[in-house]
């Protein structure tokens, strides 16, 4: 993993010029290597900045300008031998070249490709029954461009290739849009059902977005379900996802879920192996309109709150205000103590360097593998994935 | 390379090479954009410059080109003279003028802006002043790969070198770049 650097190739990778193993090897490597992965930060804004320069139109005049220069260079010019109609048949057999091009490209590409019109796309798989893109079912193999819904039915399933990054799977009674594919970011729309994700990219290169929130890849496996009102569930079953809406964000490691609703944004994060009763009062905690009813399901949670729960807690700590506060803080304190550093009062005034101080501490209790891991090595990679993961939040559109 | 230039290619180049000014024309209105474009951003955005570099470049062309043998794709003996001709201009100009003096060019084809697309202008005016300010040897790869569409394989055949060597140089463009505009590294730079 450690053995040899990939700076080298990071606007290759940008480019889709590795091939898929090349591209999953370097994902991989960037993931676990600080220095490549700063490397990589640059070049990809690099990449992003000189995709805006655009191709100018040359002026009108050069033409008219030019042919006399020709004259005088004695470059011999004959009036055309070609007829109008011939210059329009070479136009229509320009089209039908582009179109045969466009599926040259299509078949040559591995999994960048592009339509015969000429947007970017990716492949997309029949698992079970007839998916449509927009108004066409697809047999076995079909594209999805870039403004393209693919739904499926109660009896259909399908599957897409995500550029070079990695796949999802669509299931039933589903609706997806590709929004985007560009090196520096791939994003999908998730309108309603339920599709899982397998990315094998450097984090925030893929997302998705619901009508409650945007999920952001941050290397990992997921699935995610809308239902008819627009809220839905993410269930990190490797790495972690980010949820987010505008200012408010929810962190999610493997083994967690949370919930959004529309108008508010994702929930707090849950560990799915919790107390059946502290799941459901974080849901009123959450959604509750009723104060009173929020206040009384946050005593609720906290009285079954495990050590392993204090990742909905620490979540909550900028969610709720006023005593609320200092009781999440105190049972926080008493599940797992803050580091050196930390104190009550800075976690009350939402510090965030000591709130990020305490999150840190807690994480390797929080993510199961990493039991029997000696603490300094967990504790070192830990601190470079957080490090990453919130430079990158700052970096990233909004 | 796009299908529409391999058809310039196989039929139009024949055509040319005789002194067919239908030919010639054609021709001239397929890669007039590629090229100006380049010779704008290599000229550092003097409309003027890029004028006469693109004629130079066109007068160039029709008169070498019954000297094509087809040894190698029209477009990457085309870009070979696009590049050798930025170089020489800026080699004169480098006598004449400070490197990466910008002059503010308006592209008529661009329509009133809104908050968003003007953020998304005001960041290409920025790159295309950047642009301007690296050294021909990576700023060309880039213009190769961004304006021209070219693969790692063609821009390594036009400037003839390995495509290690257009990786290598495209990463390091790509790193002035960002060390050059890193305050536009925030999504209100970009009107979001």
Known sequence: MFSKHVTKDISAYCHGELSNEESKQFAEHIIACAKCRAKFEEVKLGVKLAEQLPQLAAPNHLWRELEPLLEREHVEIRPARVSAWQLKAAAAVLVLLSAWGGWLIYSNRGNAILTVDGKPAWRVKRLDGAPKVGAERISNNGELAVGEWLETDGNSRAQIAVSSIGSVDIDENTRVRLLETQPTEHRLELARGKMSAHIWAPPRLFFVNTPSAVAADLGCAYTLEVDDQGSSLLRVTSGWVALELENRESIVPAGAACETRPSLGPGTPYFEDCAAGFKDALKKVDFDPDAAARSAALKAMLDQARSRDTLTLWHLLTRVEGEDRARVYDKMAALFPPPAGVTREGVLALNQQMLDAWHDAMETTWMGIWKGVPKPLAEAYWKTKNGLSRRLKDMAPK | ?192
Request: glycine share 6%; with cysteine; hydrophobic share 40%.
């Open chain 2, 1 to 192: 390379m796009m299908v529409a230039e391999q058809l310039i290619d196989g039929r139009v180049i024949e055509a040319c090479q005789q002194g067919d000014r239908a030919a010639f024309q054609l021709l001239f209105e397929t890669y007039k954009d590629k090229v100006f474009s380049i010779a704008v951003y290599s000229s550092g955005g003097d409309p003027a410059v890029a004028d006469d570099v693109t004629q130079q470049i066109f007068l160039k062309l029709f008169t070498a080109i019954r000297q094509f043998r087809g040894d190698s794709e029209f477009t990457t003996w085309l870009y070979r003279l696009v590049v050798n001709a930025c170089l020489d201009e800026r080699r004169r100009r480098r006598r004449l003028l400070p490197w990466g003096e910008t002059v503010a060019m308006s592209n008529p084809s661009e329509k009133k802006p809104q908050e968003k697309q003007y953020a998304r202008l005001e960041v290409a005016e920025a790159v295309r002043a950047a642009i301007g300010e690296l050294k021909p040897k990576f700023r060309l790869p880039i213009l190769l790969k961004y304006i021209e569409g070219l693969s790692y394989e063609e821009i390594a055949s036009v400037m003839g070198c390995s495509k290690g060597t257009v990786a290598s140089r495209l990463n390091r463009g790509h790193s002035q770049l960002a060390k050059r505009l890193s305050h536009l590294n925030n999504p209100a730079a970009w009107g979001e």
